[in-house]
């Protein structure tokens, strides 16, 4: 069975390496995503004041499981449990079981969150609003929980939960957005550097997970050649990403872990 580079955040990683090798599928991480918290003044004050107003939100939205980190990591004291969450009216939505089970370790409990179904095509923003569309009523407000990249929201560069907005909103809803925590680029080390060049043509398999990865990866390596390196994307996105910068072999499977490792086997 080929060796498998997890390229996702490292916090994030190192559950794949571990779900993966519990598996019998041989894996490393290589995070292509450096995840830290948000230093910018402006964005650390609308957080607190965001922790301060929870009770007027009919949801609360999260992008990842860095977000549920750092959104609760500034307040330890903030506790969401079942009858505090219950008497504001207020749901955690989460795209995925990473975020899912990301919020259950934050101390939410599973009945207060909403997510995709087990059999959804996708995790993402479309597969999260077939689950919660019905829950919005016209004047509700959403708070959306993202990171920021190289000084720039999300937002401002396009992304699925844009397009959740503007369903909230079409809905009659209202949403807000507040930045918890920063992504940039990783800083490899040598050896790093080399395992990377070496995957790129021994068969390795990278499991993709982000555009922004792959985009992390480009500049990390400038002129490698891709065309021996076999890419397993977790949604079409992010395979027409991986084909535009070179990789000779791209797949796509469904993000949940069964599936990836139905590929993998597939791909030995």
Known sequence: ??????TRPAREA???VQLLGARGVHAVALPLIAIGPCRDAAAEQALTQAHARLAQYR????????AVFHFFEPNKALALDEQSLAAIKTRAWAPGPGTA?????AGVPPGCIDGPAADAPQ????????????QIR???????VRGRSNGVHESAQGSGRDWLARQIEAAGGTVEFVVAYQRGAPHFSAREVALAQQAACDGSIWLLSSSEAVAHLAEALPGQHWGAAHALATHPRIAEAARAAGFGTVRECRPALEDVVASIESAA
């Open 14 to 16: 190192a559950h794949w």
């Open 101 to 105: 089970r990301a919020l259950e370790q």
């Open 138 to 144: 016209p004047g509700d407000r959403v708070l959306i």
């Open 59 to 66: 949801a609360l939205m999260f992008v990842s499981g860095n």
């Open 1 to 6: 069975m080929p060796r498998v580079i997890v």
């Open 123 to 134: 995790f993402d923003s479309e597969a999260l609003w077939q689950q919660v569309s019905a």
